[in-house]
């Protein structure tokens, strides 16, 4: 595993177990690992809302679509992934 990747996955696995013990020094860690700032921002925002939606499920007791359900979405998402601007295209 390349090392930005290694050391990036560390950091996102720290703020979901451990989001308090969480430091500049862990972003660090990261940067000299050869990940620029963007690349980490991007990483952490993705795993926040992930987590964010994995505990809102578990506190309401939301089911996981049958796998069925979730191959007949995976065209759309890959068309336009998670964007919101896409999200918004296809509501419109």
Same mark, same amino acid.
């Given at each position: 595993m390349r090392p930005g990747l290694k050391a990036a996955l560390g950091f996102i696995e720290k703020q979901t177990l451990h989001p308090e013990e969480l430091t500049p020094a862990?972003?660090?860690?990261v940067y =000299?690992?050869?990940?620029?700032?963007?690349a980490l921002r991007d990483a /952490? #925002?993705?795993?926040?809302l992930f987590n964010m939606i994995v505990?809102? =499920?578990d506190s309401f007791g939301w089911d996981v679509p049958q796998w069925d /359900? #979730?191959?007949a979405r995976a065209p759309r998402m890959f068309e336009g992934g998670y964007s919101i601007g896409a999200v918004r295209e296809r509501a419109t």
């Open positions: 862990d972003a660090e860690a =000299a690992a050869g990940v620029s700032e963007q /952490a #925002l993705v795993s926040a505990r809102l =499920a /359900a #979730l191959l």
